[in-house]
């Protein structure tokens, strides 16, 4: 008997993710340097200083397990946030609490609604737990389809995710879009607002979603310290939600699932203001130099509210920059083959990006720029 047929079936269907491609290995690859990675949506700052100091100064006690808790963490963002300590569970990247709900809630039969294109790991965490997931296609203006979305509801709905801003297309959605959808939403429904991207939003209309929890109580609302706090590396997130649903995610959790150079890490970077201030207005200006480059040059951009850019560009066009040396993110995976994700980076590498754009469409010579 093969092993293949030995696995459980949920997971024979799964496709591993797909990451973006490391600079390294790109490089290697290509005999290639100076390479930019435009493609995970990483902060292109770096981790702030402060953050990096507490990881060094944690690193001498490694030899000891994490605090389980993430008491130092759990205190200073339930502070800032004004919710209670037991509010709030702590996870190996927003990833780990996606798997925490889904293990917690979804048992074969069960289905969870989202929209799509969306963030990959919402069907892989459902299928993989033998749920099913029912993907509703995003508006034409490739935002939520709040009236699809409510559509898709049946018994089995378990779980909707929303995704806001919507990972990969950088578009989001406002309060009374949100109230609305909840309206009509069962209470028993469990409703997972992704906010992976929370902190560069600039829409002023934007959800006050950790207030929802007071009055929906089957309400997670998830964050991270991958994007712009820039730890992605280190593996840390958080859901936000009420007393009883945390506590049901807190049973299933598995004790040091967060390891201690996150959690002084996270900490740390919480305290750099001026670093998120920097990123935030560095993104800022990249999305408007990104955005008026790539439309004269007669390129469809769909306008975000995230760190990315998605672009139309026709199909290949990744392939066509990693010859240049710049990685972006192709869709194909998502029905989405016309276009590619770029994620913002700092000037230089968003000059290259547009740079390799023109001698693209000018038709030149990859290795000498000449058309
Ligand atoms: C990046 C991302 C996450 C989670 O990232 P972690 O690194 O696991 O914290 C979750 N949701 C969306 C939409 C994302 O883009």
């Known amino acids: 008997m093969k092993l293949e047929e030995l696995a459980n079936p949920h997971i024979r269907q799964l496709s ?24 995970s949506n990483e902060n292109p700052l770096g981790p702030s200083p402060l953050a990096l100091a507490a990881v060094h100064e944690a690193a001498a006690s490694i030899h000891r397990y994490p605090d389980g808790g993430c008491f130092a963490l759990r205190d200073r963002l339930a502070r800032s946030l004004g919710v209670g300590t037991d509010q709030l569970v702590f996870g190996a990247g927003a990833d780990e609490i996606l798997e925490l709900l889904v293990k917690t809630f979804i048992a074969p039969g069960d289905e969870a609604v989202m929209p799509w294109p969306s963030f990959a790991m919402y069907p892989i965490v459902v299928t993989g737990m033998g749920g099913t997931s029912i993907k509703v296609p995003l508006d034409a203006s490739l935002g939520h389809d709040f009236e699809g979305l409510k559509a ?30 909840v309206a009509e939403l069962p209470h028993e429904t469990l409703l997972v607002i992704d906010e992976a991207y929370f902190e560069y939003v600039r829409r002023e209309d934007f959800p006050e979603s950790v207030k ?23 593996r840390v997130g958080y859901g936000i939600g009420s007393p009883e649903l945390v506590g049901l995610l807190e049973r299933a959790r598995h004790p040091f699932n967060v390891n201690s150079l996150a959690e002084a890490g996270a900490c ?65 995976g998502f029905g989405l083959s016309d276009h590619i994700r770029i994620s913002i980076g700092r000037p230089e590498e968003n000059e290259k990006l547009i740079k390799a754009v023109q001698e693209i469409v000018q038709g030149a010579n990859p290795e000498t720029g000449v058309s």
């Open 268 to 332: 740390a970077a919480l305290e750099d203001t001026d670093h998120v201030r920097d990123t935030r207005a560095l993104n800022g200006q990249g999305i408007e130099y990104l955005t008026s480059e790539l439309t004269a040059l007669g390129f469809e951009v769909v306008p975000t509210d995230a760190n990315f850019i998605l672009v139309k560009m026709g199909p290949g066009f990744d392939q066509t920059l990693l010859k240049r040396g710049v990685i972006v993110r192709p869709m194909q």
């Open 16 to 39: 591993p993710y797909a990451p973006g491609r490391p600079i390294e290995e790109v490089e290697r690859e290509l005999g290639i340097k100076g390479a930019v990675k435009l493609a």
């Open 212 to 234: 929802l929890i007071r009055e929906r109580p089957a309400t997670l609302v998830l964050r991270t310290f991958s994007k712009i706090y820039g730890l992605a590396g280190l």
């Open 152 to 181: 898709a509801l049946t018994d089995r709905t378990k779980m909707v995710f929303v995704c806001n801003p919507n990972n990969p297309t950088g578009t989001s959605f406002g309060a009374s879009a949100l109230a609305d959808f």
